[in-house]
């Protein structure tokens, strides 16, 4: 029965409309199995610390954004409902506790003298990001992307010193720039839909970091935080998207 129906379509439809047609209706099918969910999508997301690091310049205590707090905001602003690209704002800080020498005058051979140091280095970027969707059911689609930004931020230190505890804060004389650059695959869950909105939990898996990651200026007599220059992260983000249908 089947055969025969293909058969009929074959001799009274594809035949009769032409090949063409055929691939058209055959693309018309299989097109949603790719799309997005919606027109529009807003994405809240954050990540507390579980980031491994991949490349990474400076020395080990300078080393940065290994256990950081990451909020990503995104809002889709278009799509042709297999790529889509959206607007991403995203911040991320760290703050890294160490024992060890620390000099008022950075690059002076005098003054030396053992502190406890509590470091945060802090970058707010803002940026675009291109996914492709590859597989998608009712409920579930994983895509792969690129996002691409560009930042500002600055530099922190609390220094307490060990021999009379007294307590004094640096803050960077200049404030930081970098790009920021992620290759990333996206899973997304429905958990409610209606005929207006779609609401999903979003988990990311990404290669992540800053090629260049660098004060503007630098000042050789202050303090101008640490001595990070590039850094690339394996990590994750988690959260949720709302879908305007």
């Not at 009274?12 to 969910?37: C, D, E, K, M, N």
């Not at 790529?83 to 950075?106: A, C, K």
């Not at 021999?163 to 804060?169: A, K, R, V, W």
Request: proline share 3%; net charge positive.
């Amino acid at each position: 029965m089947i055969i025969s129906y293909f058969r009929y379509k074959y001799r009274y439809g594809f035949r009769r409309f032409g090949i063409h047609t055929f691939f058209i209706t055959a693309l018309s099918i299989a097109a949603p199995v790719l799309a997005q969910h919606t027109a529009r999508e807003i994405g809240f997301s954050f990540a507390y610390a579980g980031q491994a690091p991949f490349v990474t310049s400076g020395d080990d205590q300078s080393s940065f954004f290994r256990q950081p707090l990451i909020l990503n905001l995104r809002y889709q602003v278009a799509t042709n409902y297999v790529q889509s690209l959206s607007v991403v704002l995203e911040r991320i800080s760290e703050e890294r506790s160490r024992l060890g020498l620390w000099n008022d005058v950075p690059n002076s051979v005098n003054g030396a003298y053992n502190a406890d140091i509590a470091e945060r280095l802090t970058m707010t970027t803002l940026g675009l990001e291109g996914l492709r969707t590859l597989i998608r059911t009712d409920i579930f689609r994983l895509g792969v992307g690129i996002g691409l930004g560009y930042g500002f931020g600055g530099a922190t230190a609390s220094v307490r010193k060990i021999t009379d505890g007294s307590q004094q804060t640096f803050e960077s004389c200049d404030s930081w720039n970098g790009f920021l650059i992620s290759v990333f695959a996206r899973g997304r869950v429905t958990v409610y839909s209606t005929n207006s909105l779609d609401v999903g939990i979003t988990l990311t898996s990404r290669l992540w970091g800053f090629p260049t990651i660098s004060p503007l200026t630098d000042c050789q007599s202050s303090y101008n935080g640490p001595s990070l220059r590039s850094v690339f992260e394996i990590g994750y983000l988690a959260g949720v998207s709302v879908g305007l249908k």
